[in-house]
């Protein structure tokens, strides 16, 4: 029993129960074609692994095998990858980084802004010999003589 598969155990016994896949379908609530990939070891059709130690646990259960023994014989039989995780910033460390990223945005926006309102002062300013004649020539003074 040792070299048989998870799926083929499942099967030898459910045929000695003399059940069919439709009636362990209905007591399971798990579709037939998940059974079937069960019963022909294609875990990797089936969704992820919770909800295959799931569909182990109950069909295990139906036919009258040990649970724990039928997911621990699937979780041997499963490769094990080790997986490196990705170093991921944390929330604190993401919000001030955010918030460091907002906060040079806003000064550079403000440097921005003195330096345009300073261009535009030199641009603008009013200067002495831009002035029109009207107003940058003395006013001449009014006489009062009559002749």
Do not use: C, N, W
């Not at 990939?37 to 295959?52: R, S």
């Not at 130690?53 to 295990?60: H, I, M, N, P």
């Not at 490196?84 to 945005?105: H, K, M």
């Amino acid at each position: 029993m040792s070299t048989e598969t998870v799926g083929s155990t499942l099967r030898r016994q459910r045929e000695q129960k003399r059940m069919g896949i439709a009636e362990v379908s209905r007591v399971t609530r798990i579709p037939v074609p998940t059974l079937d990939a069960i019963e022909q070891d294609h875990f990797d059709d089936l969704p992820g692994e919770v909800f295959v130690k799931g569909f182990l646990r109950s069909y295990a259960q139906t036919v009258g095998i040990s649970p724990d023994e039928i997911v621990a014989r699937y979780a041997a039989s499963r490769r094990v990858a080790v997986v490196t995780p990705l170093p991921v910033a944390s929330p604190v460390q993401a919000a001030r980084e955010g918030q460091g990223r907002r906060f040079g945005v806003a000064i550079a926006l403000v440097l921005l802004l003195i330096l345009f309102t300073l261009a535009m002062s030199i641009v603008l300013k009013p200067r002495g010999r831009d002035m029109p004649p009207e107003l940058s020539e003395r006013a001449a003074p009014v006489s009062t003589d009559r002749a």
